[in-house]
C-alpha cells in the first residue's frame, strides 16, 4: 500500500477509535479533499455541545493536526499507528512556531 493510502487508513481508523464509544459523535470524511473531522453535537441538560473536537488533514503526503480540542497527544498515537513523526504538522500553530519544531526534529 503506497503512503497516501496507508496514512488515509490510519487516520480514518483513529478518528473511528477515539469516538467508538460517544454515540453522539459525528465523522466528517472527505476522502477526495483528505479533510477527516470528528464533531459533537448533542445536549447536556440544559448546555448545548457543538464543534469540532479533532480534525486532521492529509496535505501532500503529511497529516496536519488542524484542530485538537481533546487532552490527547494526537501525534504520539499516529506514531504508534506507523506514521512518520516528520510527516506530522501542527497546523493549528502558527508558521514561525512550525519552523521551530521542524527544526526540534531534525
Not at 496535505?59 to 513523526?85: A, C, F, K, M
Not at 502558527?94 to 521551530?100: F, G
Request: overall charge negative.
Amino acid at each position: 500500500m503506497d503512503k497516501l493510502n496507508e496514512y488515509r487508513q490510519i487516520v480514518c481508523q483513529y478518528l473511528e477509535d477515539f469516538a467508538k464509544n460517544d454515540k453522539n459523535s459525528q465523522f466528517v470524511f472527505d476522502r477526495d479533499r483528505d479533510r477527516y473531522l470528528v464533531l459533537h453535537n448533542e445536549w447536556r441538560g440544559d448546555d448545548r455541545l457543538y464543534g469540532c473536537a479533532i480534525q486532521l488533514d492529509i496535505i501532500d503526503g503529511q497529516i496536519w493536526i488542524q484542530v485538537n480540542n481533546t487532552e490527547i497527544y494526537i501525534e504520539r498515537e499516529l506514531i504508534e499507528r506507523g506514521v512518520d513523526r516528520q510527516d506530522i504538522i501542527f497546523g493549528f500553530r502558527s508558521p514561525n512556531i512550525r519552523k521551530l519544531l521542524a527544526a526540534d526534529r531534525h
